[in-house]
Nanobody
């Protein structure tokens, strides 16, 4: 399984950005695909996740209402639309996937749930 994250860049506070995670090499019918982020000097934190077959989503409190996760099944791609960006959103954003059937929703926000990780894309938000 390969995950290719893209779309990062340098933006100003209040701007929007859309990240993409292109997935290949596996069967994603039962997958959950998530976004995590890691700011300099901080631990990796959960951002959002989507269940591939039914589109169920989960967001961290810090991004709820500003970020939207979606997927395009025809393109095997997951998107993270980020609006009203803040300097504290600055981080390397990683997409991750778990292909296990019926992953318990209570584990969706835990990094240990995910077996496959993309290379990360840097988002920098200036004030």
């Amino acid at each position: 399984v390969q995950l290719q994250a893209s779309g990062g860049g340098l933006v100003q506070a209040g701007d929007s950005l859309r990240l993409s995670c292109a997935a290949s090499g596996g069967s994603f019918g039962s997958a959950v695909i998530a976004w995590f982020r890691q700011a300099p000097g901080k631990e990796r934190e959960f951002v959002s996740v989507i269940q591939w077959y039914n589109g169920r989503t989960l967001y961290s409190d810090s991004v709820k209402g500003r970020f939207t996760i979606s997927r395009d099944r025809a393109k095997n791609t997951v998107y993270l639309q980020m609006n009203s960006l803040k300097p504290e959103d600055t981080a390397v954003y990683y997409c991750a996937a778990d292909l296990t059937y019926n992953v318990d929703r209570s584990t969706w926000s835990q990094s240990g749930t995910y077996d496959y990780w993309g290379q990360g894309t840097l988002v920098t938000v200036s004030s």
